[in-house]
């Protein structure tokens, strides 16, 4: 937003020296998506998308017509409106060229896709063999007016998988894994490459999710090859024939297209995962690199509750009534379960895998505990479209799991208020409560204020937290 109000005072200035205002253009292609207004004031209704969408309608109507004013205004940009997704995720499944072209001259010049985003996890993208990363505001500023982006040439750490993932391990327990790796080894400032031949039973889903989460491995990316697979997703949502052939025969011609016999770049240092090895995980309770396997979990956060007891000095329990239920609220509740963020919302294994607990959960009678703030942000509108016709979205709904936006929610900071008993219970007992959520970021105070411990998991776990 500050980087169209600097072209919209640009164009007054050039108007005020006599010149043509619309002249004031970004040089480079520049796409806005909004994504990170919704917060999670309404849930556990059919209707809370349409009252959250109004509030924040309401909230940020003026930021919203200068925005569309924009849009129109100027040329090589583009703007995708609130509630229709979340920007890397918008990215991937809709803007992202891989390879761009344009006519110059009467001759098409093709070149590799690059771009910089206003969003750390802008890193999303290297899931499909597109180069980008997170920058602040000056710095895209700068990039869309057509200054250089400058950095030091990096080292690349090369990570080898092989294998594939076993049956009932997800792509989020095979992310936490990466992370904790990397996190271990120290890529700050490095470029992380991912080769081997694992990546045959590597869908692109799987990939992004990976790429997504270069931030809490510490990369400034962490890229996947152009091959097969992309190629493949490329046609699957929905890019033309011609775009398509473009993307296989550039990456073809310049050496950037694997293959089986591709040969293996030299890389500064190498860690290598075998798959196979990957087990149902959740991390936490303030780092992502902090994962506990899900058999450990029972133990590891018991231990973690007893220190801060004893620290305390008391076993925290409270009774609480809210809409006419009472219940003990205890210490380690989970008051907030959240099927969120860009990192796991774009991948259809693990929404599909969220609605086929749901509705197996429903079919024994199993319902959400009284205290715990349920919500589910799809990263697009594809998400919730697949739920519908595989008969998953209503078993998710009907254990409180509605639809309350699409865009960045609890991930953010956007939670919401804890309902006010539940709010006050916890203050009143000092109580150590938890959130549950299938993002990227769980440092303490960033989910919520009164939530002390917060757990990264696939989304499917964040329904099994919810209910248990």
Sequence with gaps: IPAIVDLAAMRDAMSTLGGDPSKINPLSPAELVIDHSVQVDVFGKANAMDLNTQIEYERNRERYAFLRWGQNAFTDFKVVPPNTGIVHQVNLEFLARVVFARQQNGTTRAFPDTLVGTDSHTTMINGIGVLGWGVGGIEAEAAMLGQPVTMLIPHVVGFELLGKLPEGATATDLVLTVVEMLRARGVVGKFVEFFGDGLDHLPLADRATIANMAPEYGATCGIFPIDAESLRYLELSGRSAEQIALVEAYAREQGLFREAGTTQAIYSDVLVLDMGTVVPSIAGPKRPQDRITLDNAKSTIGSLMEAIQ????????????????????????????????????????????????AKRASERGLQVKPWVKTSLGPGSKVVSDYLVKADLMTPLEELGFHVVGYGCTTCIGNSGPLPEPVRDGIRAGDLIACSILSGNRNFEGRIHAEVKMNFLASPPLVVAYAIA
């Design 310 to 357: 004893t620290e305390r000095g008391s076993d925290g329990q409270v009774s609480v009534t809210d809409e006419g239920d009472t219940f003990q609220l205890t210490d380690g509740a989970v008051v907030i379960a959240a099927i969120t963020s860009c990192t796991n919302t774009s991948n259809p294994a693990v929404m599909l895998g969220a609605g086929l607990l």
